[in-house]
């Protein structure tokens, strides 16, 4: 039998934890079917921090079975208040563990502590008394009169088993703001982790239980995405699947939903985002604002900010301005260590992940020319570990590669616009449609542009403010569906529809 746990320190914040290591079904841990484990690395480093249980086909048909039979038993004859009462549960324990579930984030995906993986726990707590509080408050249907001796009614019933696949930038949050809305709808859950990030929802699943959760209600299957990502979206007894992660990838799985059972699709895929700053903006609210949309967790956003499009009579002192609040605010600290206060700016999260941001700068600097600034000298010296200094690059073409595609980490382009329309134009060439922002004073224009651009989230002087109450999502290839918000249930509820007659027998 494979040890399905681990003992894990850590020093910094003198935390000791017992760390899961199996797939989590029927509310226990177990072995894979096969044996087969993956290595975890800590991207601060580039050590291994431990080994967990690979689900593969055999596992995920396991968990399905599982979840079926805790939606047919019992989740679906639990009542909305109960529903309540587990996820309040949930929240205590959370708020108890707030420490501990942020270091392993900060452990595993090499965020900063203090500035981010804390941030984070902040949201998820946020979302889960939101979802408590609200779940009996969502699922309602509505009465309709037809005539006289007829009327229908319509019912909001949960879907059954629910697939959900979280990605690597935001391990526990993303899981979270998919798990809570799922389970306050009355669904039962399958959920994977990143294999690059799955310690922290490995112990997050140690909470589920003890908040009483029933088994099968929640099953954690960490793995590979090519076995059981595959195997989560071809599966005939899977009702829907959400997936957050790369465009290609979320192609992958709308395309097996449609070669298997035609299982409801929440997608939410890649971005390329724009921040417009027009001149009668407050520049320096602007520059901060724009600075943590970008680098912010290394960039690695889906939403960032990563095309920052500046009116031309301003270009050069923002520009200016940009390099010099970049260098002064958004640094590695002298330890290179996430843990330390002093890190606000965290590894990216693999050698991988290294090598193609690293690819990008190269084709910049080299290939297309581009004038580039770095907050420090690149590679990072004294850094053992996958640290990419912040980077911007100036008077960026519309055909560069760096402005054309999500390179997923601290790397942004500016350029220039000359007025409304063409600024609009701008924003608006591109594939993805997932977030935006605007900075200006003049309250027209700033709605204009919330009416006019092609994206699912605006921000009006401000960025990559995310709110639990708010619907999230994207237009184009960044995506299909909402999450958060009243959204993130009704995602996970589908329409009955009644009929009744009262018409007397003749």
Not at 58 to 74: G, L, Q, S, Y
Not at 175 to 196: D, F, M, S
Not at 368 to 391: C, H, N, R, W
Request: glycine residues 8%.
């Amino acid at each position: 039998m494979p040890n399905l746990y681990t003992d894990l320190e850590i020093p910094q914040l003198e935390i000791s934890l017992k760390q899961p290591l199996g797939l989590f079904i029927n509310n226990e841990f177990c072995p894979s079917s096969d044996g087969k484990t993956i290595e975890t690395v800590n991207p601060a480093t580039g050590e291994p921090i431990t080994s967990f249980q690979a689900a593969n086909e055999e596992d995920v048909d396991k968990a399905v079975k599982a979840a079926r039979a805790a939606f047919d038993n019992v989740w679906s004859k639990t009542s909305s208040e109960q529903r309540g009462i587990y996820l309040s549960n949930l929240l205590k324990l959370i708020e108890e563990e707030e420490d501990t579930l942020a270091a392993l984030e900060t452990l595993d995906s090499g965020k900063p502590f203090h500035s981010n993986a804390k941030q984070d726990l902040a949201q998820i707590m946020e979302l889960t008394r939101y979802y408590a509080g609200a779940v009996d408050k969502f699922n309602m249907g509505e009465t309709i009169p037809l005539s006289f001796d007829k009327f229908a009614y319509t019912l909001k019933v949960p879907f059954g088993v629910v697939a959900q696949i979280v990605p690597w930038n935001y391990p526990l949050a993303m899981a979270c703001r998919k798990l809570q809305g799922a389970l306050a709808a009355g669904n039962t859950v399958i959920i994977k982790p990143a294999e690059n990030t799955s310690l922290s929802l490995l112990y997050f699943a140690t909470l589920i239980k003890k908040a009483g959760f029933p088994p099968g209600v929640v099953n954690v299957v960490p793995g590979y995405g090519s076995v059981v990502g595959k195997a989560l979206g071809t599966h005939m007894d899977i009702d829907k699947i959400s997936f957050t992660g790369s465009t290609k990838v979320g192609g992958s799985v709308l395309e097996a939903s449609g070669q298997s059972n035609l299982k409801d699709i929440t997608l939410e895929c890649g971005g390329k985002s724009p921040a417009l700053v027009f001149e009668d903006a407050d520049l320096d609210k602007a520059i901060k604002w724009v600075a943590n949309g970008i680098f912010f967790n290394s960039g690695q956003i889906c939403t960032a900010n990563s095309r920052v499009y500046v009116q031309s009579s301003i270009y050069d002192k923002f520009v200016e301005k940009f390099k010099e609040t970049s260098k002064k605010e958004w640094d590695f600290g002298g330890k290179f260590d996430p843990f330390d206060k002093d890190c606000v700016v965290g590894p990216v999260i693999s050698s991988t992940q290294y090598d193609r941001i690293k690819g990008f700068i190269e084709l910049g600097k080299k290939e297309e020319k581009l004038s580039m600034f770095q907050t420090s000298e690149f590679p990072v010296d004294g850094a053992k570990g996958y640290f990419i200094p912040p980077t911007i690059f100036t008077d960026v073409p519309e055909t560069s590669k760096l402005l054309r595609d999500e390179i997923f980490g601290p790397v942004v382009v500016v350029s220039k616009f000359e007025n409304y329309n063409d600024a609009l134009k701008l924003a608006n060439d591109t594939y993805y449609g997932l977030a935006s922002a605007v900075f200006t004073r003049d309250i027209k224009k700033a709605h204009m542009f919330a009416r006019d651009i092609k994206a699912g989230t605006v921000w009006i002087n401000q960025t990559n403010q995310e709110e639990a109450k708010v619907p999230f999502g994207g237009f184009k290839m960044s995506g299909i569906g909402r999450e958060s918000g009243d959204t993130g249930v009704d995602n996970y509820l589908q329409i009955k529809s009644v009929h009744v007659d009262l018409s007397l027998d003749k």
